[in-house]
C-alpha cells in the first residue's frame, strides 16, 4: 500500500487487501459491490482497522433519516476544490461499508462518510471527525430503528466531549436537542417540511409551539436557536450576510437544503460558497436517484422514498397531473417490514395523476389509496405498469429494496 497508509501495521494491511478480495469474489458472482462483506471481512481480521483509516484524513461524518446520501455526494465534491476525497458514495453507511470505503482511499485528503443514524455514536468514536453534519431525525424502519425521540437522545449522548464541529439543522427541534450537548455548533435554517415527529419538546415533552418558521417549548424555554447560514429561495445565505446563487441539477427544495448544509461544511474546511456551489452542479444523479431512463419507449424518472418525510419531499418533485405516477413498495429488512407508516403520507396530493401500484405490499399500499379515496390500478410489475399507462413521461416513486429492484429491471 502506498502513501499515507505506510504507516498501517502487518495485520492491518493484510486485513484490507483480505476484504478487497472478499469484495472482488461478491462482484465476480453478481452479489452486489462487495463493500460490505469486504468490510466485514477486514474488520474481522482488524476490529480496529477503521481508526487506523481514518488516522490521515480530515473526516466528514453525514447522518439523518433524510438526505443524507445526497448530502455526502455534495459535500465531497465541495471538498474535491482542496484535495482528494474518499467517500461512501453508494450508501454503504454501516460500519463495515464505511471499512471498505476508506480502505480505497489512501491518498486522499478529507473522508465523507454517510453513516447510519444508530451507527453515528460508534463511527465518531472510531474516526474522530473534524465536522459532522446533522440534517433530520423522523420515523423510518420502524420495526428496528429506535423512537425518534430516543435516538435525539444517543445522539446528544455521543456528541457530548466531542471536538467536531457539528454542522445541525436549527429548523428541526430533535436535531438541536441533539447537537446542543456540543460545545462547537454551526446552526443552518435548511428548513423542515415534515413536522409530525417534532410536536413535543424533546427536552421535556412539553407541546412545541410553531409561530411561522419559529418553534419553541411553552413549558421548558427550548427554542429555535438563531443560524449563521440559511437556505433562502434559490440562495445560500452565509454568516457575512452574502447571498450566493445555488447551481443544482437536482431538483427540489430538500436539496437545495442539502446544499446550503454542505455550503456550511464546506467552508469550515476553507472552500468559499461560490466555488463549493459550482462544484455541486456536476451531480446529475445520485446512486440512481432523480434518473431519467428510457424503459419499453417511454422515459421513467427514478425516485427513492422511504419513509413519510421522504414521500412528502417527493411529491413536490413529480410533474403535474396527468403525469403517471408508479408507486412500489417493498417490506424487507433494509426497508424495515413494518409498514404502519403508509397510513402517515399524505397520498391525496396524487388526486389527479393515473397511479399504478407495484412491489411486495402493493396490497397494503392499495389499501391505503382506496381509503384516500383515489384510483388506482394494481399491477404485477413495472413492464405492466408501464404497458398500461398512458403516453408520456412516468414518474416512478419506491422504498429503499423496491428502488434497488426497479434501477436493476430498467438497466440502470
Given at each position: ?178 447537537a446542543s450537548s456540543s460545545a ?74 442539502n446544499a446550503t448544509t454542505s ?80 397510513w402517515d403520507v399524505d397520498y ?65
Amino acid at each position: 500500500m502506498a502513501g499515507n497508509t505506510d504507516p498501517l501495521s502487518p495485520r492491518a494491511k493484510l486485513a484490507v487487501t483480505a476484504g478487497r478480495a472478499a469484495a472482488a469474489a461478491s462482484r465476480a458472482v453478481g452479489r452486489g459491490s462487495g463493500s460490505v462483506i469486504g468490510g466485514k471481512v477486514a474488520l474481522r481480521l482488524d476490529p480496529d482497522l477503521l481508526a487506523r483509516l481514518a488516522t490521515h484524513l480530515d473526516v466528514v461524518l453525514v447522518s439523518a433519516t433524510n438526505g443524507k446520501t445526497t448530502t455526502t455526494r455534495l459535500i465531497a465534491e465541495a471538498l474535491r476544490a482542496s484535495g482528494p476525497v474518499v467517500s461512501n458514495a453508494l450508501g454503504a453507511n454501516m460500519p463495515a461499508g464505511i471499512t471498505s470505503a476508506l480502505a480505497g482511499g489512501s491518498d486522499a485528503k478529507y473522508g465523507v462518510i454517510e453513516v447510519d443514524e444508530k451507527y453515528l455514536s460508534t463511527v465518531a468514536r472510531d474516526v474522530t471527525p473534524k465536522a459532522i453534519a446533522l440534517l433530520n431525525l423522523s420515523r423510518d424502519q420502524l420495526d428496528r430503528a429506535a423512537e425518534t425521540r430516543m435516538l435525539a437522545e444517543k445522539w446528544r449522548e455521543g456528541l457530548a466531549g466531542s471536538k467536531a464541529l457539528v454542522v445541525a439543522n436549527a429548523d428541526d427541534p430533535l436535531i438541536v436537542w441533539a447537537a446542543s450537548s456540543s460545545a462547537n455548533v454551526v446552526w443552518v435554517a435548511a428548513g423542515q417540511e415534515w413536522k409530525d415527529d417534532a410536536w413535543s419538546c424533546p427536552s421535556c415533552g412539553g407541546v412545541m409551539q410553531r409561530p411561522g418558521d419559529d418553534w419553541f417549548c411553552g413549558e421548558c424555554g427550548f427554542r429555535r436557536p438563531t443560524p449563521s447560514w440559511a437556505l433562502s429561495g434559490d440562495h445560500v445565505l452565509d454568516p457575512h450576510g452574502s447571498a450566493w446563487p445555488i447551481k443544482l441539477q437536482l431538483p427540489g427544495r430538500a436539496n437545495k437544503a442539502n446544499a446550503t448544509t454542505s455550503a456550511a461544511v464546506a467552508a469550515a474546511f476553507g472552500v468559499p460558497p461560490q466555488i463549493a456551489l459550482e462544484r455541486m452542479y456536476s451531480v446529475q444523479a445520485v446512486a440512481g436517484r432523480y434518473d431519467v431512463v428510457p424503459f419499453m419507449q417511454r422515459e421513467l424518472r427514478l425516485l427513492l422514498a422511504k419513509n413519510p418525510a421522504g414521500w412528502l419531499e417527493t411529491f413536490s418533485l413529480i410533474d403535474p397531473p396527468p403525469t403517471p405516477v408508479i408507486l412500489s413498495v417493498n417490506a424487507r429488512g433494509a426497508d424495515g417490514t413494518d409498514t404502519s407508516w403508509l397510513w402517515d403520507v399524505d397520498y391525496t396530493r396524487l388526486a389527479g395523476h393515473p397511479i399504478f401500484v407495484i412491489g411486495d405490499r402493493k396490497l397494503d399500499l392499495a389499501v391505503r389509496l382506496e381509503v384516500a379515496g383515489l384510483d388506482f390500478q394494481v399491477c404485477e410489475d413495472v413492464d405492466e405498469a408501464v404497458r398500461q399507462a398512458p403516453p408520456g413521461r412516468i414518474e416512478v416513486i419506491a422504498n429503499y429494496t423496491a428502488f434497488q429492484d426497479l434501477r436493476r429491471r430498467v438497466g440502470n
